[in-house]
């Protein structure tokens, strides 16, 4: 595998937020899956996102973007407004989320449509939007090498003929452990990613929050510890950063087992500084030097002697 710097591919959904936890709120912030990727993601390669906003959609937010060396050729802006969701978080750490509104304005009628030039695109990222769309995706990019998706239980519970397909096409399977028991059928993590990788993905990475990452390959595991966090103000779009971070290790290093282990926990300093703040504000903030000294905290809470990585 090359491993000369590749533009990563991401669909999914580029929202207006509102987040509300019991000392703060924010109102009309950057959301979405998308965004938190892109975000993520562009600190180590070039991004192509494809998504679709509103006529409603705010300057600021498309000047940030295109700021980061994210390509918005395949950014959709339609008549109509822009994607919104509102939630509520509570709990000691923020654990427990209810979401008190969600408006798809355009993004009801979205269908990814790529432009000529993302279509030689050889790294993917579909982000959890309905598994069809993600489908037409695998359609327009006939070149591409590794493609990894994301999933919620929404479409376990809906769209299940549509995610079997998916699994099919796919290298690697993000998505948590509640979601992977109630996919799989199996009690334990082990058995449930045995049965997704049975579908034909040679990777399954389980999510589990705050207890970190599990990386199941043919005849490994890895687990990725989440970095200790000290402050949580937003847990939005954790994940969806922890994709970007992954993405980001493949798109620039290749694919193989050890870049994979080494994207988690990128994956996993991404996510501990997104959720720092409301919004994308904390990521943006970071740089390389930041995300480097999270990533040797990390490999120094799973290193044997405890030296710290070089």
């Not at 000529?116 to 695109?121: E, I, K, L, P, V």
């Not at 929404?154 to 769209?159: G, Q, S, V």
């Not at 847990?235 to 087992?257: C, E, K």
């Amino acid at each position: 595998m090359a491993t000369s710097t590749r533009p990563i591919l991401v669909v999914g959904s580029v929202a207006l937020d509102a987040v509300r936890t019991p000392t703060e709120s924010a109102d009309e912030i950057l959301g979405g899956a998308a965004s938190y990727f892109c975000l993520s993601a562009s600190l180590f390669a070039p991004v192509r996102l494809v998504a679709v906003v509103g006529e409603d959609f705010p300057a600021e937010h498309k000047r940030l973007l295109e700021s980061r060396n994210i390509d918005l050729s395949g950014l959709q802006v339609r008549p109509g407004k822009t994607f919104r969701w509102t939630a509520r978080y509570t709990g000691v750490r923020l654990e427990d989320r209810e979401t008190l509104d969600t408006q798809l304005n355009v993004f009801a009628d979205f269908h990814p449509t790529l432009p000529a030039g993302y279509r030689d695109s050889k790294v993917v990222f579909l982000a959890n939007i309905q598994p069809e769309l993600q489908l037409e995706v695998l359609e327009q990019v006939p070149d591409a090498e590794f493609i990894a998706c994301d999933t919620m239980k929404l479409w376990l519970d809906t769209a299940r003929p549509g995610l079997d397909r998916l699994f099919r096409r796919v290298d690697c399977v993000l998505m948590n452990d509640e979601e992977a028991v109630q996919f799989s059928g199996e009690r334990f993590l082990p058995s449930a990613a045995r049965a997704v990788m049975s579908y034909g993905p040679r990777a399954v990475i389980i999510k589990r929050g705050e207890n970190g990452s599990l990386l199941f390959t043919k005849d490994r595991v890895f687990l990725a510890p989440a970095h200790p966090l000290e402050t949580v103000r937003d847990p939005t779009g954790a994940g969806d950063a922890f994709a970007g971070g992954l993405m980001g290790a493949i798109a620039r290093s290749g694919d193989g087992q050890e870049v994979l282990r080494r994207g988690m926990l990128y994956g996993s300093v991404l996510g501990s500084l997104a959720v720092e703040d409301f919004s994308v504000r904390r990521i943006v903030k970071a740089d390389l030097g930041e995300i480097e000294g999270r990533l040797s905290t990390l490999v120094d809470m799973i290193s044997l002697n405890g030296s710290r990585a070089q």
